[in-house]
């Protein structure tokens, strides 16, 4: 069973870039579909971004369209969220979460295997 682990630096200033880590032990994450996804104080959990399997696609909620990038690094077992122009509505907490091979799917009943999440705030 894959266990996920987020990482990245917690408290910006708003313009900001910040870049998450999402990385797996006991598989591999390059047979995983990774999505990332926020939760935010009092609301439900929202997609933000994923990549399917193999690189080639990816999905991005509207919000994020232009600002956030997700990428994989299949030899370091990785998926990465590279967040610039960070806002303060940004604040929320960050999971990963993945499913074996399969698409960018933005469905959260998509992914079997959720990380802890990680605290990230935009100071205005």
């Known amino acids: 069973q894959a266990q996920l682990v987020e990482s990245g630096v917690g408290l910006v200033q708003a313009g900001h870039s910040l870049r998450l880590s999402c990385a797996a032990s006991?598989?591999?994450?390059?047979?995983?579909?990774v999505g990332w996804f926020l939760q935010s104080p009092g609301k439900e959990r929202e997609s933000v971004a994923a990549?399917?399997?193999?690189?080639?696609?990816?999905y991005y909620t509207d919000s994020v369209k232009g600002r956030f990038f997700i990428s994989r690094d299949n030899v370091n077992n990785t998926v990465y969220l590279q967040m610039n122009g960070l806002k303060p509505e940004d604040t929320a907490v960050y999971f990963c979460a993945g499913r074996v091979l399969g698409s960018a799917d933005p469905a959260e009943s998509a992914y079997t295997y959720w990380g802890q999440g990680t605290q990230v705030t935009v100071s205005s």
């Open positions: 990549i399917s399997f193999t690189g080639t696609t990816t």
């Open positions: 006991g598989r591999t994450l390059p047979n995983y579909a």
